[in-house]
């Protein structure tokens, strides 16, 4: 059975720092690219950050270049998505979500599991 789960989200002020965590079990996450992604209140699920299967290749979002990264742990089965500098605007429900097509995916709709979320508030 498929699942991601997401933890790690929380309240935080405007500057400060989180470490979002997305376990993975039921398949191996060096053979799908993993991503992320966040939907603030009426809005749509945006792209945040990605890592290509090998794990060589990594694509952000504009908004979140320099201060968000991705990591992979293989041992752990787990993707990491370490946030700094937080502003109010990237407060959102966070996603997890893998993909099994090859290269860099930035639409949701190429992703086959998702995580269910986990809320990121920051405080201006």
């Known amino acids: 059975q498929v699942q991601l789960v997401e933890s790690g989200g929380g309240l935080v002020q405007a500057g400060g720092s989180l470490r979002l965590s997305c376990a993975v079990s039921?398949?191996?996450?060096?053979?799908?690219?993993m991503g992320w992604f966040r939907q603030a209140p009426g809005k749509e699920r945006e792209f945040v950050a990605g890592?290509?299967?090998?794990?060589?290749?990594?694509d952000y979002a504009d908004s979140v270049n320099g201060r968000f990264s991705i990591h992979r742990d293989k041992a752990k089965n787990t993707v990491a998505l370490q946030m700094r500098s937080l502003k109010p605007e990237d407060t959102a429900v966070y996603y997890c979500?893998?993909?099994?097509?090859?290269?860099?995916?930035?639409?949701?709709?190429?992703?086959?599991?998702w995580g269910q979320g986990t809320q990121v508030t920051v405080s201006s």
């Open positions: 890592v290509e299967r090998s794990g060589y290749y990594t």
């Open positions: 979500g893998a993909a099994s097509a090859y290269g860099l995916i930035k639409a949701s709709s190429g992703y086959s599991y």
């Open positions: 039921g398949f191996t996450i060096s053979n799908y690219h």
